[in-house]
């Protein structure tokens, strides 16, 4: 009877995270779609505690406190420039706990005779294999994008081989252990296997390529406690876990399609792993570019109809963010029409640029998506590329030798006139030399990002 | 045992086309949010956790129990507080700041 309850209960937890999840389809919803999702949580969790036979409460409670201060902390204090480290972190908890979960479990069997049922031995391998993977990968992700270990991809000899080689042991020491699930010691090396390999999967993919390897091990963290749901067989983790596991499956293939490249090419590319020469693959020699004042490019904007600002990563590292909106406001009051485009993968996570202006309280009715900006390119009057490379090269539309040909850009080169402000003329992530910088209407800026929008709104101010 | 696996497996393949149907709606200007938000729920392995941790079989049950809940609750925690603060930054027109 207790079951039938907390099995009830479990149900309807994950129906709040599904109609959660459904309210995050707009903006004005989304925030009580989150509440709601907590409020299924907190029914989970209260459920657990009072119809699962809880014995050991001092152990609960202090697990839940630590967790909790932890996680506030890290919630109240992160920036929003630190987003994808916070949520590249939060992906590796929830696979590691996955993990953990299910070496508990097997430590109890292997305590009561180390007689495994059939169901459950392949479910605590599988999850030990996702949940490691999960929790070293986003390790590795973490610490790439706090600048604790290099940005760029990491490679080494026979990266491939030795990947290949690494995931067939893997796959011969979970069937071994199906069958024999008493051996203890493959058990550990099961465990150590599936650590290696997310730290040698994410290794070698560098800094843009981010945005994708979050959403993949985002959707890893719900699969992981997917399969923590078929470990305790408990359908109510089964269903929440896969709707995460689907969420990041959807956002992991939306930023492969934004970059024009499959899953396998990002993982296994080392895509940036070098620097082209300036000039390669092209028709060689010197090209020239112009660079423009601050003066003449406040002029330009504080005389233009309409302004498209396309920001990139760059913004974030100089967090630029408010300025940007500063210079937007006076724009705005002149009557120059201002607007945003974003490109999917600008930034290290999906929406990250949106986030970041929205915390300078950019409205997000001024933000713009790839599709819907490209059109009014061409009626623009100035677009400003700040911090952004990759995602506005014109070679990716028709230079078929060029890495970056077929990935959907920014036309940001359309507009009459666009500023380009970058602190230098070096290659962006790809390592491709960007033609834009040399078109007859662009001009460059050059400068730290958010020195040059103090001095533009300065500039702005005089004319 | 292996009908028992089927069974569950029934519901996880459902489950991730409902994660499709639902998740396929979400605007790209609230992916950020989505993904911490989505990270909050898959800290449900917190049940897991508290299982683990509220048995006291195994001295090691016990403390990888303890591991476990402190990890789940971080992402529980963690996921649902941030996305809100984020969420709370959403704002539409110029009008209504400040």
Known sequence: MTAAISNLAYLLAAVLFIFGLKRLSSPATARSGNMVASLGMLIAIVTTLLFEGILNWPMIIIGIVIGSTIGLTFAKTVTMTAMPQMVALLNGFGGGASAVVASAEYARYINAGGEIPLNFGIAIQLSIVIGWLTFSGSVIAFGKLQELVTGRAVTYPLQKTVNAVLLTGMLLLVVTLVAQPDNVPLFLALSAAALLLGILSVIPIGGADMPVVISLLNSYSGLAASMTGFVINNEGLIISGALVGASGLILTNIMCKAMNRSLANVLFGAFGSTVQEIGAGGDGGEKSYRSLSHEDAATMLAYAKQVVIAPGYGLAVSQAQHAVRELADLLQARGVIVKYAIHPVAGRMPGHMNVLLAEADVPYDQLYDMDQINPEMPRTDVSVTVGANDVVNPAARHDTTSPLYGMPILDVDKAHHAIVMKRSMRPGFAGVDNELFYLPNTSMLFGDAKDSFKKLIEAVKEV | ?98
């Open chain 2, 1 to 98: 045992m292996i009908e028992e696996l089927v069974g569950l497996l029934v519901v996880f393949v459902l489950a991730i086309f409902v994660g499709f149907e639902v998740i396929t709606k979400v605007p790209p200007t609230l992916h950020t949010p989505l993904m911490s938000g989505s990270n909050a729920i898959s800290g449900i392995t917190i049940i897991g956790a508290l299982i683990m941790a509220g048995r006291s079989d195994t001295r090691i049950g016990s403390i990888l129990g303890v591991i476990a809940v402190a990890f789940a609750m971080i992402n529980v925690v963690g996921g649902f507080m941030v996305t809100d603060r984020m969420l709370h930054m959403f704002k539409r027109k110029p009008e209504e700041q400040r």
